[in-house]
Each structure stands twice: as structure tokens, then as C-alpha cells.
């Protein structure tokens, strides 16, 4: 969803380095794909609309712009990116966020729990994940407020202050279109029929906050301040020529996970920045636990999804520590500090500090799909204490 200062939101689709108004050229060339693209204030009514509005919207989206018939018809509603604002592109219903990177979840139990078993029990026999904010869900560009809350002081007594330790974790998340019936869980295979596609999203956390508060029952405010999404939402079905088999599981999962059939694993690549400086590549095919399965398992005790529904899958961290999708990692709990290019040590986001995470995904015929960027930029807290990186 775009403005450009002289219009209400509209539904744009990025071309290139240029956004075309969909719902301007849809009237414009008599489809009937307006009624759903046409002076929508965001893609809610797209979404909920089912497959086969989602194909035909593709298909005629990429008719328009390929058939030179359609030249002068759609050149008028192309604008440069540059020149528009973007916005939340659809109504967060729900936010769930997985832990699906057995990287990842390794690596934090190490540094959680050193000399013990670094994956819990349960680990590799369902996706773990916690219920967030959806009213803190937001667009890219949102700034983050550096978040306050209680955490341990020296001597291991609580206190209420700033966090030392905010971060980053790089992740997908996978939007839900049409809606399931309560009571009715959906199952791996039924993946597509439910989910309208993919966007770059990043779950800021307070390491200190959340790992004052996580024991017994998880996160809440470490994390709860802001999750940042792309404004791109990726049609699944433009993933199709990405999709991988997943890491091989032991033990088998329970029937109702089972993927062999309907491997939903995908080849994308991210990139993570810090003021402009690679960080980190996170390898999204090394994933443990599918979308697929986190849907099923989401709705495998009766629960039902509705449109825009949001699944993150958690941290993504790949095998080496050039591919870790967090600093909690990359500093192995701000035991070991990283340099970066200033010549300064750092472990955790200092003030002023700003995040992209970028991605990309292989096309058909060796197109490079983007998944586009979301960004962040740390503002200091409101509160006087004197924090750190």
C-alpha cells in the first residue's frame, strides 16, 4: 500500500525501481479485478478474496505489464518508489512467532544454558512459538523507541530501566488470506489455500528484559515494544520455482506434520545491515520447522486463522556465525564484542543505530524475485538511566 501526497492509499505493485497503481490501471483497463483493487485502503479485501483472485490478479498484473497493448494505458499509473510513502499493507489480525532454526535455538541455549542440552526436550517434535502484539506491528521505517522494563542488576536483583541489550532477529513472516473454520485444523498440504504470500519482518528484543522475565512461561515485554514488517507482501504463488526440500528431521514428526509430500521449505537469502555494513547472511532454507507445519501446528488443537493473520518464523541463523540472524548470537550474549568498520567494539544496538534486513528469492528462468527491506532506527529512551551497546 502507497500514497504520494495527492492520494488516498492504494494497492501498488513494485516494478523495477517504479510502483504501479493496481487498483487505478484495473478501472482503467475495464477489469474486474478493480472491485478488489480499486479504492481499497489496504489489501484486506485482496486476501480474503481466496486463490483464485489471487491467480487471476497475477495474471493479469503481469499481462498488463508485459502486453505492449496495455503500453498506454498503464504508463500513467507508474510512479517512482522514491517519491511514494509506504504503508502497513494489511490489518493484523494475529501475531504468532515461531522458533524454527535449530541453529538458532541451539545457539541460544548455549548461551542460556551452558553445560546443559541446548534444545529443549520438545524441540524437534513440534514448532515452538509465543503469542505477540499485533497492535505493534508496523511498517518499515518505524523508529524504535528503545524499550524499558525490569532486568537484573549486578547482583541479580530486579530493576526497572532501559535495556542494554536490544536486538535484532531476522525473519520471514507468511500472511494469511483466507480465513479457516473454527474447529477445522488445517493441514500441511492445505498450506497454499490459506496463506496469500511473504514479507521480510523483524523482531526487535531486549535481551536482558526477556531473559529476566521468559522462565516459566516466555517472552512478553522483551519483545512485545515493536515488530517491524516490509510494505511487500510476496504472492506465494511467486515463490514456486524457490521452493526446497527441508533439512532432513529425526525423529520422524507425528503424522499430522508430516511434509514429505508437500515440502514447503524456500531458498531465500538475507542480508542484514547495520549503518550500511553487512552483519550477516541468514540462509532461510536451512529452517528446521516449514511455514506449513507452523500453520498446522497452530491450528492442530482447533484453532482457526483469519485474514491477516501474521506467522513469523522466528530468529533465522544458518550454520556459521556469518549467518546468524541475530547479535545475541553474533556476540554470543555480549560475551564476545564484534568490530565493525568505525574500529568500535559492539554487541548489542546503541542509540542512533539503524537495521535492514533485505532479501531475496530465485525466480523462474533465473529471475532474482526481491522480497524488498524493512528497516528500523534506534531512538533513545524516554527514561533518564544510562544504557550501553
Known sequence: MFSDGSTDHRVGVAIGDQVLDAGATAVAVGSPLADVLHGASSLDALMAAGPPTWSATREAITSWLRDSA?????EPHLRPIEGVEMHLPFTVADYVDFYASEHHAANVGRIFRPGAEPLPPQWKHLPIGYHGRSGTVSVSGTPV?????QLA???GTPVFRPTEKLDFEAEVGFVVGMASSPGIPVSVGAFPEHVFGVLLLNDWSARDIQSFEYVPLGPLLGKSFLTSVSPWVVPLSALDAARVP??????????????????????????VRINDEIVSTPPFSAMYWTCAQQLAHLTSNGAHVRTGDLLGSGTVSGPRLDQVGSLLELSRGGAKPFAISDGRERTFLEDGDEVVISGWAPGAGGVRIGLGSVAGRVLPSPLSWPHGG
Not at 247 to 271: C, K, M, N, V, Y
Request: charged residues 30%; hydrophobic residues 30%.
Open 70 to 74: 496495455y503500453r498506454a494505458v498503464v
Open 145 to 149: 523507541t528503545r524499550p524499558s522494563g
Open 153 to 155: 542488576s549486578a547482583d
Open 246 to 271: 527441508p533439512p532432513r528431521r529425526s525423529p520422524t514428526p507425528l503424522p499430522h506434520l508430516r511434509d514429505a509430500e508437500e515440502p514447503w521449505g524456500f531458498d531465500i537469502s538475507l542480508e
